[in-house]
């Protein structure tokens, strides 16, 4: 499940945008480069949140400010969304995808490290997954169960 073409677009350049300004300016090269500088956004977001104050527009400080980095469970691709709980806090994220379908990369119940980032009324995973590890069999039953139990009372966020 794909956001729509212009939201993804309009992410897409803000994120890459950023990401050039913490690698003074340069273009990252490849995929790789790209995830240390995702690394890198987080960062300072949680450290050295003076580093943004005049670097970003106040609405793109915001959305980085209420993004989720770290490492997700994700669970699989549901009828409205893919379904990521964060590992730490056990809270689970309905994202879209940006331009590749999750599915088309993550086999179901993988750990992954990504961001997920609320964007013009869609909460978006940044496409940028560094695959961990699979989920035992009982493991992936219990997020499932528990990600029932979360959508039942409410508490899945996006």
Wanted: with cysteine.
């Amino acid at each position: 499940m794909l956001v729509e073409k212009n939201i993804a677009d309009h992410f897409l350049a803000a994120y890459k945008e950023l990401m050039q300004a913490l690698n003074q300016g340069v273009e990252p090269e490849n995929m790789e480069q790209y995830a240390k500088l995702r690394e890198a956004i987080y960062f300072y977001r949680n450290n050295h949140p003076e580093v943004y104050e005049n670097a970003l527009v106040p609405h793109w400080l915001e959305t980085i400010k209420k993004a989720v980095f770290g490492d997700f469970i994700y669970l699989k691709k549901y009828q409205k969304g893919y379904v990521l709980q964060e590992m730490t806090t056990g809270v689970f994220y309905q994202v879209k995808g940006l331009t590749t379908p999750l599915e088309d990369s993550l086999p179901e119940f993988t750990i992954v490290r990504t961001a997920v980032i609320p964007f013009e009324g869609e909460w978006l995973c940044d496409g940028l997954l560094i695959h961990k590890t699979a989920l035992s069999k009982e493991d992936a039953r219990a997020a499932r169960d528990a990600y029932a139990h979360a959508k039942k009372v409410k508490q899945v966020v996006g």
